[in-house]
């Protein structure tokens, strides 16, 4: 579907990942293990999706440096990304 293939549809999934990072801060257990899955996955989805879409070299610039920090949050909270 095209209209997930959008700079937007990208910002949104940050956005995604960033909420789980935090309600998983809050959590414990199995809770806090389902918020680290889904942040894993949607930060995943980022990744793919950046590679798919045309878009200016700054803007391409500033998401990657914004996926490097959720990489480095899912990996201090135990996360294989």
Do not use: C, P
């Not at 579907?1 to 801060?25: G, Y």
């Not at 200016?56 to 949050?73: K, M, N, P, V």
């Amino acid at each position: 579907m095209e209209k997930f293939r959008s700079i937007e549809h990208l910002k949104a999934r940050l956005t995604v990942v960033r909420w789980h990072l935090h309600a998983a801060s809050l959590q414990n257990g199995d809770n806090k293990r389902r918020h680290l899955d889904s942040a894993s996955l949607t930060y995943q989805g980022a990744l793919e999706l950046l590679t798919q879409l045309k878009i200016a070299d700054a803007e391409r610039a500033a998401i990657s440096r914004e996926l490097a920090e959720l990489q480095q949050r899912l990996r201090a909270a135990g996360e294989a990304v």
